[in-house]
């Protein structure tokens, strides 16, 4: 996942069983503990990914400004700390009009392609959700819109099956300042 720019934990996972000769599910580990062993990996491995995280979070807080009407959030890799050079921009958007986020790409000119994802609201529930994909600033950015009901209750992250982490632009703003002063004290500053 480190190297070849795999995020889909399953995928990732059939490809080590089948490289290794594992034919037992039970063996494979679990989606946290390959999320903990990956960002051992960078940390170790990749320190030059710190540039790439800090581009992608600021990337990230310019779209949380740009799409403030929809109450974004951002989440996934980049929020986590184990996005690299293959990562997109995971945001939430938030918005009982199916057809307002493409409309306000649609006023900005942003080119995007429509997808879909399942996105699991609970234990019980499940949503397809529309989903838009754009590139702005040689960065890819995944766009999922939800019902804004949806903001008060993090959706189900797809790792462990607990809420989501999402962070809004002021929580953003935080972290970004929070790393800056952990980086100059790291530096002797």
């Known amino acids: 996942m480190a190297e070849g720019g795999i995020r889909d934990y399953h995928q990732a996972k059939l490809k080590a069983a089948e490289r290794l000769g594992i034919h037992d599910d039970a063996s494979l580990p679990r989606n946290r503990e390959i999320e903990d062993a ?5 940390r170790l491995f990749q320190r030059g990914n710190a540039e790439s995280l800090r581009l992608r979070r600021e990337a990230a807080l ?4 740009f799409f403030a009407r929809f109450d974004p959030r951002l989440v996934g890799p980049v929020l986590e700390g184990t996005a690299d050079a293959h990562s997109a921009v995971l945001l939430h958007l938030y918005s009982d009009d199916p057809e307002a986020v493409p409309r ?20 019980e529930r499940s949503h397809d959700a529309p989903v838009w994909l754009f590139s702005a600033e040689d960065l890819s950015f995944d766009l999922t819109v939800l019902p804004r009901d949806v903001l008060r209750q993090a959706p189900l992250s797809p790792i462990d099956d607990r809420p989501m982490r999402r962070a809004s632009a002021a929580q953003l703003r935080q972290l970004l300042a929070d790393q800056e002063i952990a980086d100059f004290e790291a530096s002797g500053g």
């Open 62 to 65: 310019r779209a949380l400004d």
């Open 104 to 123: 306000f790409l649609e006023e900005h000119r942003i080119p995007a392609q429509p997808r879909s994802r399942r996105v699991r609201l609970d234990r």
């Open 38 to 42: 990956l960002r051992e990996y960078q």
